[in-house]
């Protein structure tokens, strides 16, 4: 199976950077796991609905250019559907078995993702109403992917 989070801006953060490494590390045993990172978009403080729209389709294109058809993509969306961990789990399990080996997971940036990259996601995901640095939502998302392979594997990990 092949595990990729597409994600939008440098990691700047040494803390995050060693949380992902471990969690990378450990899946290692169960996927073949990586994050490919997209240049965000500078733009000024204050943006118009117009600008804003901009900034997250050029973000846009640049995630879609790392995109495969044959990867099955979830976008992650404050407003898209929020899962336990045996419920992604399961979806992941459910996933390989019935062929998708290629799990694409996105996170944009903070403006979040363009209309072009959640029509082509297969499903969307929600951590919850909170926001969520989009930076420390990498650690979350990778420890998550970790914990599913861990579930599936019936490992005493989850509690």
Do not use: W
Not at 36 to 49: G, I, N, Q, W
Not at 88 to 94: G, H, M, R, T, V
Not at 112 to 119: F, I, P, Q
């Amino acid at each position: 199976m092949n595990i990729k989070i597409i994600v939008v801006g440098k990691l700047k953060e040494k803390y995050l950077k060693q949380g992902i490494a471990e969690y990378a590390k450990r899946l290692s045993k169960f996927c073949k796991f990586k994050i490919v990172e997209v240049a965000d978009e500078k733009a000024p403080e204050k943006l118009s609905e117009a600008e804003m729209i901009k900034v997250k389709e050029i973000e846009g294109e640049r995630i879609l250019s790392k995109v495969k058809d044959k990867e099955y993509v979830y976008a992650l969306a404050i407003l898209g559907q929020e899962r336990s961990s045996e419920g992604l789990a399961q979806e992941i399990q459910s996933l390989g078995t019935y062929g998708h080996s290629d799990i694409t997971f996105i996170i944009g940036g903070s403006l979040g993702l363009s209309e072009a990259v959640l029509k082509r996601a297969d499903t969307e995901i929600s951590f919850g109403r909170f926001t969520l640095p989009h930076q420390l939502m990498r650690l979350v998302l990778t420890e998550q992917i970790y914990r599913s392979f861990m579930i599936n594997a019936g490992s005493p990990y989850h509690k």
